[in-house]
């Protein structure tokens, strides 16, 4: 793997959807020796842009990796010292259960639920956070309605080149996206944008006044997408080491059919092992991308993870390391369009 130390580094970073600036300073400080020009805008995207040579086939590109994660703000502090939240972003109580938070101070917590778990179907509002607090003025020192946390837990090596850890979506992409910007010398025919976005979490809310900033003629979005390949609640064809996954639909997004041939020659050429994505749940900034202006040419290269949106999300490093090759690949395509 190329900087697994950064892939760590980035999933223990905290950067609850609403709230990325920890992690926007981490991928700032690493970016800034490789950007041409690099931005924070209004609602707190990081756009680094890298020209390329220029002339009739240049092409802007936006790529887009969400750096927001899943997790909980505090709505309200029982008598006992319990915290009750509500989602930001969609949390699955069942995962959730037991499992351990950490707030933005540092304060811990371990997450219990009123009545069993099963009775709780997916409802988040029977969950609550033990800070170890003795009652509400004791818990009110450390934490307060409005304060967010998200899951804690190691980074893991699992066996055949795999690993375990929180926020694999999307740190993932943000790890992606540094990794091809750094091997973007400044030959590339196209004009590539590399945005580190907010909120996706939420709805993809930052990917839109990004992509409405840039007008770009592509926006490819750089993400995770659910594994298929062990029993579980999905059904579809996405398979852990099977290679970097090319979207061709979800929910929100068609993927545009010139953008995903160009994807498909990209990994023939450069022989990086690829799988076709399409999935029935779920969505990325691709819609948002798509869907902006007067419209954009959508795509989306996502790594099959398995147990997303929970503090033990796996994936194979392999798939990683082929979506830095394709991103890097489709940076110095040249478009026929
Ligand atoms: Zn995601």
Redesign the pocket.
Known sequence: MREEELLRKLTQAQGIAGFEKEVRKLIEEEAAPYADEMMTDAIGNLIVLKKGTGGAQTKKIMFAA?MDEIGFMVKKIEADGRIRVCNLGWNWAGSAYNSRVRFRNGINGVVGCMGSIEDAKNDIGKLYIDIGATSKEDAEKYVKVGDVCGYDGPYMQLLNDRICAKTL??RI?CYQLLEALKENDGSCPNDIYYVFCVQ??LGCRGSKPAAARIQPDIGIAV??TPAHDYPCDLEGSNTVDEGIAIKFSDPSVVCDEDVVSAMVECCEENHIKYQREVIDKGG?DASSMNLSGLGVRAGGIVVVTRY?HSQSAVASKKDIEAGVDLCTAISRHVFQF
């Open positions: 969400h979506d999307n992409g996706e979490e993400d995770i990325t997303p």
